[in-house]
C-alpha cells in the first residue's frame, strides 16, 4: 500500500537553482495538494488540483508552479530557488475536496 | 475567512495522564471537521473526524465532539501512552470556504514514562 508517494526524500540547492518535486497517489483520489510545513506556522497551502487538469492557487503560491500530469500525478516546480522557501514540502491527496487527505512522507528541501 | 486555532504547545504529560488539546474554528458555512497526527520523520496521518453538529469522532482511544455552539473540537484521551507522542493539528474543511483545508498550527505532546 504505497499511498502517497514523494521523491526525492532530502534535497539541497543553492539559490537561484530550479527543482521540481514529484508526488504520484494510487488510490484514484481525484485532487491533490502541495503545502509547506515550516515551525511554528504549521501547513500553508501552496497549490490544489481539485480534478485532473485544473490548479488552483492555496495560501503562499509565490516562487512556485504546479503541473497536474495525469490523474496520479501532481509536481512542483521552484524555479529559481530562495532561501525562504528551506521547508518541509508535503503533497497530499484526497477523493474530492473537502474529503480526509492522505499525505506523503515529505521533501526536506534546504537553500544555500 | 476560514481559520483553526490550537492551543499552543509544547506540551508534556506523564504516562495515564488525561490529554486535552483544545481547537476552535471559524468557518463560513458548516465544515467537516479533523484531527491529524505526525510522527518524527513522517506525513500526517487522519486520526478522526466529524462531518455534522454533535458528532464525536474517535479512535485509538482519542475523541473529539463537534460543538457548533462554542465553535470547537477539542481532542481529549483519558489516559496518554509513551507512543502518543507526536504533533497532533486540528483541520477544518468548508466547501463554502472555497474547497481548502484549514490547518491548526500543530500542538506537540511528550509523554514521559
Not at chain 1, 57 to 73: A, D, F, M, T, W
Not at chain 1, 95 to 101: K, R, S
Not at chain 2, 27 to 35: D, E, K, N, Q, R
Not at chain 2, 81 to 108: E, H, I, P
Request: charged residues 15%; hydrophobic residues 30%.
Amino acid at each position: 500500500n504505497a499511498g502517497v508517494t514523494q521523491t526525492p526524500k532530502f534535497q539541497v540547492l543553492k539559490t537561484g537553482q530550479s527543482m521540481t518535486l514529484q508526488c504520484a497517489q494510487d488510490m484514484n483520489h481525484n485532487s491533490m495538494y502541495w503545502y509547506r510545513q515550516d515551525p511554528g506556522m504549521g501547513l500553508r497551502l501552496i497549490y490544489y488540483s481539485a480534478s485532473e487538469g485544473t490548479t488552483d492557487k492555496g495560501e503562499v503560491p509565490n516562487g512556485y508552479n504546479v503541473s497536474r500530469l495525469n490523474k496520479r500525478e501532481f509536481s512542483l516546480r521552484l524555479e529559481s530557488a530562495a532561501p525562504s522557501q528551506t521547508s518541509v514540502y508535503f503533497c497530499a491527496s484526497s477523493g474530492t475536496v473537502n474529503q480526509p487527505q492522505h499525505f506523503g512522507d515529505g521533501t526536506r528541501l534546504s537553500i544555500l | 475567512g476560514d481559520s483553526v486555532t490550537q492551543m499552543e504547545g509544547p506540551v508534556t504529560l506523564s504516562e495515564e495522564a488525561c490529554l486535552t488539546i483544545n481547537c476552535t474554528y471559524t468557518a463560513t458555512g458548516y465544515p467537516s471537521l479533523f484531527w491529524y497526527v505526525q510522527y518524527p520523520g513522517e506525513g500526517l496521518q487522519l486520526l478522526l473526524k466529524a462531518t455534522k453538529a454533535d458528532d464525536k469522532g474517535s479512535n485509538k482511544g482519542f475523541e473529539a465532539t463537534y460543538r457548533k455552539e462554542t465553535t470547537s473540537f477539542h481532542l481529549e484521551k483519558g489516559s496518554v501512552q509513551v507512543s502518543d507522542s507526536a504533533v497532533y493539528f486540528c483541520a477544518l474543511s468548508d466547501r463554502l470556504g472555497g474547497n481548502q483545508f484549514y490547518f491548526g498550527t500543530g500542538t506537540s505532546l511528550t509523554v514521559i514514562p
